[in-house]
């Protein structure tokens, strides 16, 4: 049987309520707010409990300021794309996901400018640094959360703090976090936060989105049908609307819901508890390892549950395709769709094999998976 590590690409083993729910949508669920007969209503319905449950997970303003996209990075173009105008500077970092930083390519192309801000040895970038890299026509700072890529996380509150006291629109990825971590938009200053549903939030692929603050207004990156204002050339401007353009994807929606229902039951704050444990344990088998270089900075005391290693000079796709194959273990090799963090690191050409966990997984394999490194790691 296969042990699975590879949580921070996709959470495997979900919840059993929230397959049974996408199961009983496919066959129950209407097109929401497309007709007033009880498969639609039910559609409606089941949307807008869920869109409360997000609200109130990251303690945003009100469901209405909550859109759903078909994962993050429909969600980051979203806000990238509708927000930053030419002219307009720009504060990055080194630790992004390529769902941030292509966005922002394309826009510098348009005529912002863009500062992306370096890390440490360890990967990390600290708040004071945003606060150096702002010039009179910054307009926002657009960041993740967590490094999919070492697990180490940026203090959202006080780099929010930075973006009250200069105005500035903060734009956040919280890809690896949302589900893990509390995040609360109002203390933390966030404009816009941008989830997918199918990591920590346990859902199904194909959900995620944004959650908006009142008063930051995006222009839409698609227009059409709506189910409202039909006769209107214009898409509608009131959100969540205004943000969600044609059939939204209900049945998915109503796993979400499902896996959020779980989170809740059980607790964010307890799962994490488990999953640092995990990680923790992990981290702690194989940073003694001879001819093993774990990367990030461990000292934290949040961070997403990620471990990232290399073993001497051993390509990381090798290394990921003997774990597979002769211990059934799975991870993420290569360069995760993080290239400024490889770079930072001098893992450009190596890449790097990812550990990420899950509280589904068990101590059990986590043992197994410090003996597999220690094989290879010894041959």
Not at 17 to 23: I, M, N
Not at 145 to 163: M, Y
């Amino acid at each position: 049987m296969m042990i699975y590590f590879d949580n921070a690409a996709t959470t495997l083993r979900k919840p059993e309520t929230v397959a049974k729910a996408v199961y009983d949508a496919i066959l129950t669920m209407g097109n929401a707010a497309r007709g007033a007969h009880e498969a639609s209503l039910s559609s409606m319905r089941t949307i807008y409990d869920t869109r409360e449950m997000l609200c109130e997970l990251c303690h945003g303003e009100s469901p209405e300021q909550v859109a759903f996209t078909a994962n993050s990075t429909e969600a980051l173009n979203m806000a990238i794309q509708g927000l930053l105008e030419p002219g307009d500077h720009v504060i990055t970092t080194v630790l992004e996901h390529n769902s941030v930083l292509r966005p922002l390519y394309l826009k510098e192309q348009d005529g912002i400018s863009l500062t992306i801000l370096p890390a440490d040895e360890t990967g990390m970038v600290y708040p004071e640094d945003f606060e150096k890299a702002i010039r009179p026509q910054t307009r926002a700072v657009v960041c993740t959360h967590a490094s999919n890529l070492t697990g180490n996380c940026l203090d959202l509150c006080r780099i929010g703090e930075i973006c009250r006291k200069h105005d500035l629109l903060f734009l956040v990825d919280a890809s690896q976090t949302a589900g893990v971590f509390d995040i609360d938009m109002e203390k933390m200053n966030i404009s816009v936060l941008c989830f997918t549903g199918h990591k920590g939030l346990m859902g199904p692929q194909g959900t995620g989105g944004l959650v908006v603050k009142k008063g930051v207004n995006i222009s839409p990156l698609l227009v059409g049908g709506s189910g409202i204002h039909s006769y209107s050339k214009t898409h509608p401007e009131t959100m969540p609307t205004a943000l969600e353009a044609g059939t939204l994807n209900c049945h998915g929606i109503a796993g979400l819901h499902a896996s959020l229902q779980y989170l809740k039951e059980k607790g964010i704050h307890n799962l994490y508890e488990k999953e640092h444990l995990l990680m923790k344990t992990f981290y702690e088998g194989v940073v003694n390892i001879p001819d093993v270089k774990v990367y990030g900075n461990f000292e934290q005391e949040k961070r997403a549950p990620i471990v990232t290693l290399n073993i001497g000079d051993y390509d990381s796709g090798q290394v990921s395709d003997e774990l597979l194959t002769r211990f059934g273990i799975a991870t993420r090799a290569g360069a995760h769709c993080a290239p400024l963090m490889h770079e930072s690191l001098g893992t450009r050409e190596q890449g790097a094999v990812r550990f990420s966990f899950s509280h589904f997984n068990t101590m059990e394999e986590i043992q197994a998976g410090i003996e597999a490194i220690k094989i290879l790691a010894t041959e």
